[in-house]
């Protein structure tokens, strides 16, 4: 028993050193199994050939990553010169887009910023990548769907799940690719560019890699753009074919329509923009930004800007005709001008859809009477498509040329005709006015690249708080009522004597009527008789019927001439009232004018009598201020009586007899009491004053009568003195004064 289990102790050491011992061995050959889904990524720990001293990948055999990778299967690397990495294969899928980052190669020139493209089978042979010039950095080729063997050492790549590469210990390389990634997700960029036809979008691309635009230049322009062209890049999808064709980095002038586009987004990215719809009604006037300097087609008469022909810089002299465009709206701007008739409003508060009108208010006006009344009205405008670009070259856009050409050139026109009117004569020739304004502006508008239509003139009104203009036509509209009143009155009256005429010829005709028929009567009864007649004496049995007939026959007549006398003394005494009624219309007519002439003669001559009698008074009153007044006047007046009735009395002035009625010296109170003393007397007290008339009552009618009256007369007196004067006539002689015979 001990010798069996000796042996079986001899033989478990035996297996065990042999298990030992192949272990060691498998150890030290470096035998590793790789799956097919997996590579091996070879580290060398030393190497006879020395260390790298630059780069990361040996390609010489140095210590270091190798550029070769182990595909599935059995591989012999010694632990004791080598490390191997086992990865994943990395697959991109159908759709979608990888990004490659190259750890080590030829360094980036100062243009670049991606890595250009070289042949090496997708990045998978590391040797052809750095034989071919291989640049380390971000690269401009992309991953399409597929699985790939990476040398992740060499390369980082990343896709939408994930982000493949091999730790080297760097944290500050681990988030550079972390950042990289987290950037290509916000961009989408792993996935591709795509634009549908039914959202009607562009995509105005910007390039991020090759030379810089020349100064001056805003727009990288188009290159490599068509299909026949042997640099053809398919729409930025090929990096290294555009810059070979001589593209910029920038915004680019080409532009991406409907489609699916695979581009890299670190090479260019894409913003989808809506495209340009020129509706129906408008045309679409280019002013590009980019382009070789054009000649310009607007001629001599002109010169507000460059109009070029398309492609060139400059506004474009071929409009957009209605329709969809993929314009780059980077590259230029289309300024949409409207073909169909524009109906500019100068009122305040009311414009059209286009605004274009917004800013324009009632014009202002002055009339020739001085009122300021705020006149409204439209134009009706019309642009030519063809004439589109000249107007945009010109005025820059339809707004601006409405703001600053049309309103100050229609309230100049509109002004001064309003300084020509009165503001009725505004009113009531609002319609000429409107056709005379619609001809004579039309060259003005012409002038302007425009064709007026119409203009369309508004009433006048007041501003606000001012109610003077409704006054006048509130006064003209019950002017023209009462004018149509009066018109009215009128035809009811020819109306009412027109019915008066007619009825008196109805009946007329009534009884004329009635005596035709009266007379037919009688003749068809004259008949009848001459048939009895006739039947009498033809049979004699019937003499009693025939005497009965010719009684009958008499009666008639009698009734017939009754009637007839009847009618005609009716229409005599129609014929008598009516000229009746005219007489008394006449005898008062003439009764009312003799009355009115008596009444006038009447007022004239009383008027004459009164103008003659205050003539006379104004002439005695300044004949006895020519006296010295009324006392003196009438002092006159009674010494004239005194003395007439002394000389027909034969009284004498001086008595005779001389009675003394006491008093020394003759001086008594009844001393020299005569006549002539007591007049005397009288004088000397101015007893005369009592009879003066200055203080009585004046009407103020008869004063301004009296002024008038002076006034005429002061008139006819200068009038007499400018005339020529006449030869004075030698008056005849006055007779001799006759001595007053009275006694002294």
Known sequence: MEAIVGVLGVLGAVIVLGIVGIAILWFLLGVRI?????????????????????????LKGEAGYQPGVLRGGIHFRTPLMYRVHVMPLITIPQGKIGYVFARDGQPLEPQQTLARLVDCNYFQDVQAFFANGGQRGPQRAILREGTYAFNLAQFVIMTESRTFFLPMGSREEESTIISMAQYLQALKGFDPVVIRGADDRTGIVTVHDGPSLPMGDIIAPAVGDKAADPNYHNNFQNPEKFLSAGGYRGRQYQVLTEGTYFINRLFATVEVIPKITVPVGFAGVVVSYIGPRGADTSGEEYRHGEL????????????????KYAFNTYAGSIVMVPTTNIILKWVRGEFGEHHYDENLAEVNLITKDAFEPLLPL????????KKAPLVIQRFGDIKMLVNQT????????????GQTKTIIELIQQRSDIQKTSSVEMKEKFAHYNLELEEVLIGTPHSPQGDDRIETILMQLRDRQVAYEKLETFEKQRIAADKERELKEAQSIAEQQTALTQSQI??????????AELQRAMQDAERVRTLAKADADKVKTLADGDAQKIKLMAEADAKKVEMMAEADATRVKKIGEADALRVKLIAQADAEKEAKVGVGKAIAIDEQVRAYGGPQLQLM????????????TSKVPIVPSTVVNMGGEGGEGAGANMNAFGLLMGLMATEKLGEFTTDNRPVDPSQLQMVAEIKKQMRDQAVAEAKQPSKPAQKPAPEPPATPPSAEV
């Open 406 to 417: 049309l309103d100050p050139m229609v309230s100049a026109y509109f002004k001064n005709i």
């Open 34 to 58: 790789i799956r097919s889904d997996r590579v091996g990524i070879v580290e060398k720990w030393w190497s006879p050939k020395g260390s790298l001293k630059d780069n990361i990948i040996a």
């Open 378 to 385: 439209s134009v009706v405008v019309h642009i030519d498509y």
């Open 521 to 530: 009567n009688i003749q068809v009864q004259e008949n009848q008789a001459r």
């Open 308 to 323: 070029v022909a398309p492609g060139s810089r400059g506004v474009w002299n071929e409009a957009l005709l209605p329709g």
């Open 636 to 647: 006159q007046d009674i010494l004239t009586k005194i003395a007439v009735a002394i000389e």
